[in-house]
């Protein structure tokens, strides 16, 4: 079976920081693009990062960049996002999800989801 499994959601106060995980299992990681979107209380989904598992490019929505950071390890099959200076509105669902495409953009048929790990900001 092709999973998506994130993890690492949780409860933190404004200006600190966590850790995202999205472990793929049943395909390899190669060209293949690797995004995350989160989805906030009565808002549309939006893509917060991206990154191509082939030449590790990336792309970040202006909301996050300069938080966030996305990183890969196609050894382990496993994208990782970096969430620092969490602010309350970052509070989300956060979604991984994976497309064979060898580069970035939130506006693709994605093949595959993970289900979502929840982030939640105090002020």
């Known amino acids: 079976d092709v999973q998506l499994q994130a993890s690492g959601g949780g409860w933190v106060p404004a200006g600190g920081s966590l850790t995202l995980s999205c472990a793929a299992s049943?395909?390899?990681?190669?060209?293949?693009?690797i995004s995350w979107f989160r989805q906030a209380p009565g808002k549309e989904r939006e893509g917060v990062t991206c990154?191509?598992?082939?030449?590790?490019?990336?792309i970040y929505s202006n909301s996050v960049r300069g938080r966030f950071t996305i990183a890969s390890d196609n050894a382990k099959n496993t994208v990782y996002l970096q969430m620092n200076s969490l602010k309350p509105e970052d509070t989300a669902l956060y979604y991984c999800a994976a497309v064979p495409i060898g580069f970035c953009s939130w506006y693709f048929n994605y093949d595959y989801w993970g289900q979502g790990t929840l982030v939640t900001v105090s002020s």
């Open positions: 049943g395909f390899t990681f190669d060209d293949y693009a």
């Open positions: 990154i191509s598992t082939s030449d590790g490019k990336t």
